[in-house]
């Protein structure tokens, strides 16, 4: 029996031995566009028709794109969490992309008084832009940058107020 655990534990430390060698410190973002690792020149339309680009607003800035479906019960649940964590938040620059009609979108933004909040930008990934450079496969979904433009992290189910802060210190 003792000479079990003994194989066990030897496998054990080997295992984690070899997960520190070989297991990236930094997460790798292989297949994503070349620059993708900076903010990229997002549009999006806005409610008034009128087209902005990210890159204008996030110099200097954590920037989180957060992309929601009106519908989407945990897209609710986050954008909720975000809120009730705004205090912590508000050097974030948040856009917050849809795929939605420029109607449901502005209904998402009314409900949870998103207009309230400077560093919040609600809008329609009107060029789909999203979806295609990040690869992502569904809804929800959030991508981190630091306050140098660096992606940090992609999550895709999303992320709670909790684990964005953690991503962002």
């Excluded at 066990?8 to 292989?30: K, Q």
């Excluded at 998103?114 to 991508?143: C, E, Q, R």
């Excluded at 981190?144 to 953690?166: N, P, S």
Aim: charged fraction near 20%; charge should be neutral; hydrophobic fraction near 40%.
């Amino acid at each position: 029996m003792k000479k079990y655990l003994l194989y066990i534990g030897a496998a054990l430390v080997v295992a984690v031995v070899l997960s520190l060698t070989f297991w990236p410190a930094t997460p790798s973002y292989e297949g994503l566009p070349p620059g993708i690792d900076q903010v990229p020149a997002v549009k999006m339309l806005q409610a008034d028709s009128q087209t902005i680009k990210v890159t204008d607003y996030v110099k200097g800035a954590p920037t989180i794109f957060f992309y929601f479906d009106e519908d989407c019960h945990t897209c609710q649940q986050e954008t909720q969490s975000i809120i009730d964590s705004m205090q912590y938040l508000k050097e974030v620059r948040f856009f917050l992309l849809s795929l939605n009609s420029l109607p449901r979108i502005e209904r998402f933004k009314s409900r949870y008084h998103l207009a309230d909040y400077p560093n919040v930008v609600v809008g329609k990934d009107h060029t789909y832009s999203i979806a295609s450079l990040f690869k992502l496969d569904g809804i929800p979904a959030m991508v981190v940058y630091d306050r140098k433009g660096q992606i940090t992290k992609i999550y895709e189910g999303g992320a709670t107020a909790t684990e964005l802060l953690k991503q962002l210190n």
